[in-house]
């Protein structure tokens, strides 16, 4: 492992190596409550020497000392509790987990279990990017709350560590005193801010803001007054703060692939390096709005084991492609699934994005859905792929979900009143919580129970011929070399052969994972 900032302190019960976070970590987090608290204090002063009088200059030097004196002792209770904070802070790596202690009058110890890890994120807010500092923030599969933060440390020192968790989670030893060696990267694309600008603005709520500044102006000329137009002031601060936080987040976009996982970068003001391990996403969704339908723009989400939306989880964590044409919708789509199971995966998604009825192989619902979807009832559908399950969706706002096969965790059928009474019924498939739900809606009753039935089978066998979660054991010996020449190669492949992707030792020439003999008489057996 690279030098740290500070010597590493041994705790013989343990054996675990502690290390602490760099001195201005504190201040790097808390600089908001600092400048607040000094605020506070200036602007009380400032009124104690209105209230002086004109007549009043010895007091006004006294009270100057005096708001000099407050400042210095704020500052050193500051500088103090920073002191404090850093030294009860700190991190150590174990073999196999991450710890993390904090807190002095209430203590807490958390850990990261590196074979439950999910992904490894390096961010960098706005005044860490001036100290050359970075967060690594590791999510593991859990609840909210579950994951861990280390930060902050120096940029090179992130770097080096986030390599070491990623080569040990994914079962690769690294010696005492060795740096992990770092997985060589491909950039597959990149998203100009243009394009992520004119996505936000052919998002919905630019026609939502056009009807109420339609509405306001009719309201002005009808009244003959002004006082509408101050109607309109929260909706330009709604419109401004969520063009803002989209900009901000998901600028500067870059999609890449590595063996070590799929890696994305964006951020205007606080960057985020996001690295998602193979195998961890649960599910896929391409999404196109009607505003992007004449630019044959789409929207890539996944579903990631271990990212819960909450108040701590950024939405571009879930994010494969905030906006891009169809061409890098679908590199982003290999980088998950580089082979759908099918002989011809470009005309099965066509099909899913564009087209309706049962042409492509889809099911969708029975004519007697018009009465509760009239407008997508004959888009509602699915495929069945040697991989994964195909949901297609949406008419105004168009959706292709894709579930892998050993990712469905559960099935549920589902029939309301109105659905028993016209005899249909919505399969739901149950992942890990996240963005991207899937459920095929509003099937003929006998056709929802077949596919509950086949869907469980195929998932437990997906589940049977799936491999251990360390995968760098089940890849053969020179992917780094092969990953390498492929890094310097260009163009990439529908199949995801250019891509420099994990292949179990055991997969198919075609790229898809094999259960041995044993596994899949054992499933026979079972459903027999």
Not at 134 to 146: C, D, H, P, T, Y
Request: one cysteine or more; hydrophobic letters at 45%; charged letters at 20%.
């Amino acid at each position: 492992m690279s030098a740290r900032s500070t010597a590493p302190e041994l705790e013989p019960e343990t054996g675990l190596a502690w290390q602490r976070m760099h001195p201005v970590t504190p201040v790097v987090r808390g600089w908001t409550v600092i400048v607040v608290v000094l605020f506070l204090v200036l602007q009380n002063s400032v009124e104690n020497f209105e209230d002086l009088g004109e007549a009043a200059d010895l007091a006004r030097g006294v009270g100057l000392l005096w708001l000099l004196g407050g400042v210095a002792i704020v500052l050193a209770v500051v500088g103090l509790y920073c002191w404090v904070a850093w030294r009860v802070t700190r991190y150590a790596i174990g073999t196999d987990a991450v710890h993390l202690r904090k807190g002095f009058v209430f203590r807490q110890q958390k850990q990261a279990r590196l074979d439950r890890l999910q992904a490894v994120d390096i961010v960098q807010p706005l005044l860490a990017r001036a100290f050359s500092l970075a967060e690594l923030k590791l999510e593991v599969a859990g609840g909210a709350g579950s994951g861990v933060a280390i930060g902050f440390l120096r940029r090179a020192e992130a770097d080096a560590l986030r390599a070491e968790l990623l080569a040990r989670a994914a079962g690769v030893d690294v010696a005492e005193g060795e740096e992990a060696p770092v997985a060589p990267e491909r950039v597959l694309y990149e998203v100009p801010f243009a394009t992520t600008f004119g996505s936000v603005l052919r998002s919905f709520v630019t026609p939502v803001l056009l009807l109420i500044v339609v509405g306001v102006v009719v309201a002005v000329v009808v009244t003959s007054s002004a006082a509408p137009i101050f109607s309109l002031l929260p909706a330009l601060f709604g419109f401004g703060g969520y063009v803002f936080q989209r900009l901000v987040s998901e600028a500067n976009f870059v999609g890449a692939v590595s063996p070590d996982g799929i890696r994305s970068r964006s951020g205007l003001l606080e960057t985020r390096s996001q690295t998602i391990p193979p195998g961890r996403v649960q599910a896929i969704r391409m999404r196109q709005p009607l505003l992007w339908r004449r630019k044959d723009w789409w929207r890539v989400d996944v579903t990631v084991a271990g990212y819960v939306l909450g108040a701590d989880t950024k939405e571009v964590s879930t994010l494969l492609l905030p906006v891009g044409p169809r061409a890098t919708a679908f590199d982003a789509l290999w980088l998950v699934l580089p082979d759908l199971g099918v002989e011809d995966p470009l005309a099965l998604l066509a099909t899913g994005l564009d087209g309706q009825g049962p042409d492509g192989g889809f099911t969708t619902s029975p004519r007697s859905a018009r009465w509760l979807d009239p407008l997508t009832w004959r888009r509602n559908g699915y495929a069945v792929t040697g991989r994964c399950l195909v949901i297609r969706r949406g008419r105004l706002t168009r959706s292709l979900t894709l579930v892998p096969h050993e990712r469905t965790q559960s099935l549920a059928l589902q029939q309301g009143p109105w659905q028993r009474r016209l005899g249909l019924a919505s399969v739901a498939l149950h992942v890990t919580l996240g963005p991207v739900q899937a459920s095929v809606h509003h099937l003929a009753s006998d056709e929802a129970a077949r596919l509950l039935d086949e869907q469980d089978d195929r998932a437990r066998s997906a589940r049977r011929a799936e491999g251990p979660e360390q995968w760098m054991r089940r890849v053969a010996p020179e992917l780094a070399e092969q990953v390498e020449e492929a890094a310097q190669a260009e163009g990439t492949a529908p199949d995801g052969s250019a891509l420099g992707t994990v292949v179990p030792e055991d997969a198919a020439p075609d790229g898809t994972a094999t259960p041995d003999d044993a596994a899949r008489s054992a499933d026979e057996e079972s459903r027999a």
